[in-house]
């Protein structure tokens, strides 16, 4: 282990170090207590009179206990309910000092301490992981400075220009509040009624209608700051900045037909995915880059860079990529650390500073507020996983609910002399904090700028960026939730998305069998600087690796298992797992090689929890397997949900069987269908390959596939 703050560690960090004291673990000679320190001799029955009579009051072990039970609970977070953590570290690539003063990115020496948070947002914390919705993707930097949170989401905008119609805009989204339903769903009379009528809603109703809504998983997400903020360096100099977490993993997404059975068969796929991953040692990782704009700049744009509801295109200002996040350990405890961590957007650090935007503003109020209530007061800051790991608490700030400090002395209160003046305040030079000094010269009015009032281009500039199958989902997430509400809301979203473009309003009419109105006027003044940004479109992500990708190797008594052996050792060796899918546990009958042990049956461990599914040989085998409706099934239905697919020997018959390939061969193959003799190490290869590009949308006849 090296220093606090210089050197690498490995699964551990500063911050893992420091919760240690508070870690309880279980020891050999352990007795049972209760909470005052009394061994308790049995904890099976509660004190009665006699053996068939009433509970005496007295019963002072039964009461503690049932009352610290009846206590387990705080209040959930309004929004970002659901959610998982991590452990890991950030590392910066190269001096920032020119930037910025936060010393925690100036030396790529030093390691910086996070936990992260993923969630979803509308959700309560029972709902699943897989709905349309949000993620939130908050950081949080145990710097040698405090404390800095990143408070972000997996989508560069947000709904709203100002806070004040945040708390309008959640009460939308949530299950309507006079049956409570629906449970983490959009599609639903009230959202869509606000977005109708909000406009400023349309750009990132686009992207809630987009594949980034429905993640892979939390490795296969990008994460944005949202606002623009500000970095100070050592002389003052301020330039405005947006945060960007990039995936190494590449930005992939789930089907909407499978998302949805998904939280069915599996609620908690992405939560449990991080979990196995770190516990695996495939360790996510994410590399953060900045857009960078000079102050001489701010104005360029044909968009306000302090509108949340705005992105700045990557090629109007590339993403500088400055260092890596890698998440490498797991919670000990839920509750003591993903549920009591206390995210705050105003948890800064010298060389970070807010700008003037109305969204920002009205957060770094909301997010302190809402843990005074949900953590039960003011010294939220001393649970240990929200304690900074450089000194903190030197202040006259005393008492509160759950206060852990001992202050010792007799002054509580600053300016004083008794006790010397202590704690005296810090100057620049000693690392203090200074805001940025900005220059305002305005009437107190309410109101917005201008140049907040373009809703659409950006909206139309999304549209535009995205691939044919990219589009096709969007048309289709229209088209399911608008098909769920009042018709006066579909009439006036239509008349909404006809201001971003016309075919994208036809196509979403036709399938909700309503016509369109006259189109808008086009919008006045200057053409947009950029129509297409390619750097938006998912079919542009990275596809290079399977790390994380689990492949399902469909199997039953009879079946080849050198063939298994074979391609499960190709697919571990590039990163990814294989997992034997049979009809019974247990260990299977093979026609070659070593006997297969299972690991799961096909009703428990569905096509839609693997990234690809493998059929090897073995006649008797397939046979069964042919015989098999859940093993057709399966293979069907990661058919229409465009995954890879293999079979070697006998498993190509299986796919010409269920009608996947002709029977004659003569045809040639659906995209992303592999079919081979023998598993030949250019067999494995290509497969490795396929499973890395993830899915194959231009498979044919998905649409006539029962499954």
Request: overall charge neutral; aromatic content about 8%.
């Amino acid at each position: 282990m090296m220093s606090l703050f210089g050197g690498k560690t490995n699964a551990y960090n500063a911050k893992v170090k420091a919760l240690e004291p508070f870690r309880v673990h279980v020891q050999e000679d352990d007795e049972l207590t209760t909470n005052q320190g009394l061994k308790i001799v049995d904890n099976q029955n509660s004190l009665r009179a006699g053996p068939r009579g009433p509970t005496l009051l007295e019963d002072f072990i039964l009461r503690e206990k049932i009352t610290h039970f009846d206590h387990e609970r705080i209040p959930e977070r309004v929004v970002h309910a659901r959610g998982a953590a991590a452990h890991g570290y950030f590392q910066v690539y190269e001096s920032l000092a020119p930037l910025t003063r936060a010393k925690f990115l100036q030396d790529p020496s030093k390691i910086t301490p996070v936990f992260v948070r993923f969630s979803t947002v509308g959700g309560s914390r029972g709902s699943a992981d897989t709905v349309r919705d949000v993620r939130g993707f908050a950081t949080k930097f145990y710097t040698e400075e405090g404390n800095f949170d990143l408070v972000g989401n997996n989508m560069p905008i947000f709904f709203i220009q100002d806070a004040i119609k945040f708390p309008d805009f959640v009460h939308s989204v949530k299950p309507e509040p006079h049956n409570e339903i629906p449970q983490a769903s959009s599609a639903h009379d009230t959202l869509w009624d606000f977005v109708t009528q909000q406009t400023e809603t349309t750009h990132m109703i686009m992207w809630l209608m987009s594949d980034r809504a429905i993640p892979r998983s939390y490795a296969n997400m990008e994460g944005f700051g949202v606002h623009t903020f500000r970095l100070v360096n050592e002389d003052g100099k301020s330039r405005f900045v947006k945060f960007h977490w990039k995936p190494k993993l590449g930005v992939h997404s789930l089907v909407w037909d499978e998302t949805q059975k998904l939280a069915g068969k599996n609620s908690d796929i992405n939560r449990q995915d991080l979990w196995e991953q770190i516990e695996a040692g495939a360790f996510p990782e994410w590399e953060l880059g900045l857009q960078i704009v000079e102050e001489s700049d701010e104005m360029k744009f044909d968009f306000d860079l302090l509108d949340p509801t705005k992105l700045i295109p990557e090629e109007l200002v590339p993403v500088k990529i400055v260092g890596k996040m890698v998440l490498n350990r797991n919670p000990d405890n839920y509750f003591a650390e993903t549920e009591q961590v206390a995210f705050c957007v105003s948890n800064i650090v010298p060389g970070i500073d807010f700008t003037n935007d109305a969204l920002m503003q009205g957060r770094l109020f909301s997010y302190l507020d809402t843990q005074l209530l949900r953590l039960g007061g003011p010294n939220f800051h001393e649970i240990p996983i929200n304690q900074p790991i450089c000194p903190f608490r030197i202040n006259n700030q005393r008492d509160g609910l759950h206060r852990q400090a001992i202050n010792v002395g007799k002054t509580n209160y600053d300016i004083n002399t008794i006790n010397k003046g202590l704690p005296r305040q810090a100057t620049p030079a000693q690392g203090g904090f200074t805001s940025y000094t900005e220059h305002i010269s305005a009437n107190k009015i309410r109101g917005r700028s201008s140049s907040f009032s373009d809703h659409f281009s950006q909206a139309t500039l999304f549209w535009n960026s995205m691939s044919p199958v990219e589009k096709s989902h969007i048309v289709s997430a229209f088209s399911f939730e608008l098909s769920k509400v009042a018709l006066i809301f579909r009439q006036r979203m239509l008349q909404q998305l006809q201001r971003v473009d016309g075919t994208l309003a036809q196509q979403v009419a036709d399938n909700l069998g309503l016509q369109l109105g006259p189109r808008p006027a086009a919008p006045t003044g200057p053409p947009p600087q950029i129509t297409v940004s390619p750097s938006l479109s998912q079919m542009n992500t990275k596809k290079d690796s399977i790390v994380s990708r689990q492949v399902a190797i469909l199997a039953a008594d009879g079946i080849d298992g050198q063939a298994i052996a074979d391609l499960k050792a190709a697919i571990q060796a590039a990163g990814g797992s294989a997992k034997v899918i049979a009809p019974r546990m247990g260990t299977l009958r093979v026609s070659a090689g070593q006997p297969v042990e299972v690991d799961g049956i096909l009703v428990a461990n569905p096509s839609i929890l693997f990234d690809a599914v493998f059929i090897p040989g073995g006649a008797d085998g397939v046979k069964r397997l042919q015989e098999n409706g859940d093993a057709v099934h399966y293979a069907l239905e990661a058919y229409i949900h465009f995954k890879p697919i293999a079979a070697a020997a006998e498993g190509v018959q299986f796919l010409s069987h269920i009608g996947l390939i002709s029977k004659s061969r003569t045809a040639a193959l659906p995209e992303g269908l592999f079919t081979a003799d023998t598993v030949t190490d250019e067999f494995k290869q290509t497969f490795v390959q396929a499973v890395a590009q993830h899915r194959f949308f231009n498979r044919e006849r998905t649409a006539k596939i029962p499954a």
